[in-house]
C-alpha cells in the first residue's frame, strides 16, 4: 500500500534552518507528482510546495526564496530545504501525493516549531 512518512522536524530558532524528508513507498514514485503542506493550529491545510516528474516546482507565496523542494528517485524520496525559518512557519508538515486514479495520500506528518 502507499505510504508516506515524514521526518526532520523540531524546534529551530527564527532564522534557522531544517530539512524535511518524506519516504515513499507503494507507487511508482519517479512518475508522481509530490507535494508538502502545512497545517498550524486552528488553520486549514495549505500548500507549501510541489514538484512534478519533470522536477517543476511550484512554491506558496510565503515561503518562495526561502524553501526549496527536491526528490531523489533513487531513493523514494521527496525532501524540503527551509532556510530563514519565522515563526509563521510553525505547523505541522505532511507530505502527499495524488496518484493517476486521482486519490491523494498523505503522510502523518512533522511538527515545525520556530521560535526563540
Known amino acids: 500500500q502507499v505510504r508516506l512518512v515524514e521526518s526532520g522536524g523540531g524546534l529551530v530558532q527564527p532564522g534557522g534552518s531544517l530539512r524535511l524528508s518524506c519516504a515513499a513507498s507503494?507507487?511508482?514514485?519517479?512518475?508522481?507528482?509530490l507535494g508538502w503542506y502545512r497545517q498550524a493550529t486552528g488553520k486549514e491545510r495549505e500548500l507549501v510546495a510541489t514538484?512534478?516528474?519533470?522536477?517543476?516546482?511550484n512554491y506558496a507565496d510565503s515561503v518562495k526564496g526561502r524553501f526549496t523542494i527536491s526528490r531523489d528517485n533513487s531513493k523514494n524520496t521527496v525532501s524540503l530545504q527551509m532556510d530563514s525559518l519565522k515563526p509563521e512557519d510553525t505547523a505541522v508538515y505532511y507530505c502527499?501525493?495524488?496518484?493517476?486514479?486521482?486519490?491523494?495520500?498523505w503522510g502523518k506528518g512533522t511538527l515545525v516549531t520556530v521560535s526563540s
Open positions: 502527499n501525493t495524488k496518484l493517476v486514479n486521482g486519490i491523494a495520500y
Open positions: 507503494g507507487f511508482i514514485f519517479s512518475i508522481s507528482v
Open positions: 514538484i512534478t516528474r519533470g522536477d517543476s516546482t
